[in-house]
């Protein structure tokens, strides 16, 4: 196997985004390589639309899609894996990413969402030393690496401040990636990424767990839903826009660090009002509030300013707030149809 311009790898494909990356870059035409971690059932749930057939082993499917068991704790598979690919673009979206678990597995966390990144890395830098090819690499960080931000908003150069054993975690893998970057000559860029969102989202994370909620209770399977902090603001965003972003980085002839935002906030208690009145309830009605569902140390405000990406590489988010929301509820209270039936 030869480093191919049009050949891909894509950490946590089975996750949000890279269902939606994927599919992206099948569009163009990619072979796309997909790492997922051993389990007693594939989760591949988030890639049934792009299957012809599912496999009960990783292996092709289709024919430019190809899935290979691995995790980011284990260094020796990462590099046989790289070596065995030899992609030029290497997408790491990989992580513990749920906040909330964040601190309940701090540790793991660490290890999975921050020096795993480096295991990665390590893998894409030898690559490059045999092949003498330079390997293209996005690493996914976070805005909640701002956490108890300095500025608002929250640029490139806004100090990092992170309030959460993942924002920590990620500002680790944020920094390792611009390390190898200006040590070893990669083409490595960070995609800050402000909270993105779609029906795909996980049930745990509160967008989604809202919409759910409000499918089930259109459809009398749930009477509460039970949330904690509705006055903490966040720039929401539509994932499928948001990965659009990581390929136009890697598309550039210098890497660099790019925020990715729309540029607006909503407050947890704007996203419940607007989801429920799109299923025709008050969500007073319906709403309790749950201690238990407060972090240990809040993230007050997030926004993002994305102008340095509509400036070096014109993109813009297309999807919004209002539209996202409707696309989630509709999705759900489709789902929540299907199992009232």
Known sequence: ???????ALITGITGQDGSYLAELLLAK???????IRRSSSLNVGRLAHLQHHLQHQPGEIGNRLFLHFADLTDASRLSQLVHMIQPFEVYNLAAQSHVQVSFEQPVYTADVTGVGTTRLLEAVRELQQQSGQQIRFFQASSSEMFGKVAQTPQTETTPFYPRSPYGV??????????????SYNLHASCGIFFNHESPRRGETFVTRKITRAVGRIKCGLQKKLYLGNLDAK?????????????????????PDDFVIATGKTHSVKDFCERAFARAGLDYREFLEIDSRDYRPAEVDVLQGDASKAKKIFTWTPRVSFEMLVDMMVDADLQLAILEAA
């Open 1 to 7: 196997m030869f480093i191919h311009s049009k050949r």
């Open 29 to 35: 035409g990619y072979e796309v390589h997909g790492l």
């Open 169 to 182: 975690a990620k500002l680790y893998a944020h920094w390792i990636t611009v390390n190898y970057r200006e």
């Open 234 to 254: 966040r720039d929401w965003g539509f994932a499928g826009d948001y990965v659009e972003a990581m390929w136009m980085m890697l598309q550039q002839t210098k």
